[in-house]
């Protein structure tokens, strides 16, 4: 086949229709506009560039279209191009789900960005989100904002800031009761509150499970609690690689307890492993930190 006829499917046929022909499903709740997570079983897969590309999060497989239909069915290329050729004007469900990109938009820097959000204050929006929603502590929620490690987001959500080991700001997570995703135009280190200089890092895949398991640790003061953003990027390993390269230093992989939190906690041991450092595995009893934390409050 001609490359011109190659790049025509490339551009015809989506990675969402090549998963839903292989039964994969839209995980609403798990997905933003600029990732859609998509299930079978335990399996996933994250679709990106608005159907172009994809990911793996539990392993390190990417690519196009191609790629996709190779690992999902265990084929070469020749055979990937005729499943791909089947799929030629089939429209997937993320085409009717999804709404619009938006019209594209000037971003001021990262910092300028965050700078402009107010601080979360009693009885705001945010504060009532963390608190009521995700039951949050005031404690921890004081920490929180005396570290200035959260800020106020739009329609009652929050931000939880992002930074690399210089304390730089590199992006945020969003979270709200109708929204999450992560901030356009920044890039996933770590969420960090607690103890800076602590000899024990507690890993979780989120900013509000971070602060769900400070609180259920009443805020240990041998520990940084950190989230990766639920992302794996390379920013974000070298970033815990750095940790524990530390002397002394004990990793703690207290990611989810699903098939991609043991994925990730994996690689966090065999991060531990390479740099010589402690490692254990905490677990929530529920899904995750907050659940456990939503639970224990009743709530």
């Known amino acids: 086949m001609e490359k011109q006829e190659i790049d025509r499917l490339r551009q015809q046929v989506l ?28 399996s996933v897969i994250i679709v990106i560039h608005q159907g172009r590309g994809w990911f793996d999060p539990l392993s390190d497989k990417k690519g196009d279209v191609f790629a996709l239909a190779s690992h999902l069915h265990g084929c070469g290329f020749p055979e990937a191009l005729e499943k791909i050729g089947r799929l030629v004007n089939v429209r997937s469900a993320q085409n009717i789900w999804w709404p619009p990109s938006p019209a594209p938009r000037r971003f001021t820097a990262i910092a300028d960005r965050w700078e402009r959000r107010r601080k979360i204050c009693l009885s705001s929006p945010s504060w009532h989100y963390l608190s009521q929603v995700r039951s949050i502590p005031v404690s921890v929620l004081g920490a929180a904002i005396d570290q200035d490690v959260v800020r106020e987001g739009p329609l009652g959500s929050m931000w939880a800031r992002h930074v690399d080991r210089q304390w730089r700001m590199t992006g945020w997570e969003e979270r709200g009761p109708d929204w999450r995703g992560f901030s356009a135009g920044g890039s996933k280190a770590l969420f960090r509150i607690g103890n800076q200089g602590a000899g024990r890092i507690c890993v979780t895949e989120a900013a509000i499970d971070a602060m769900s398991l400070a609180a259920l640790e009443r805020m240990r003061p041998d520990s940084l609690y950190v989230s990766t953003g639920g992302g794996w990027s390379p920013r974000t390993v070298g970033e815990i690689e750095h940790a524990a390269s530390a002397a002394d230093m004990h990793l703690v992989a207290a990611t989810d307890a699903n098939p991609q939190g043991e994925a990730f906690a994996d690689r966090i041991r065999q991060i531990a492993t390479s740099m010589g450092c402690g490692f254990s595995r905490l677990r929530p009893q529920a899904d995750d930190w907050n659940d456990v934390l939503r639970e224990r409050a009743g709530g």
């Open 15 to 42: 990675c969402t229709a090549v998963l839903e022909d292989a039964a994969f499903a839209i995980d609403r709740r798990e997905s933003t506009r600029r990732a859609v997570k998509y299930r079978r079983g335990d």
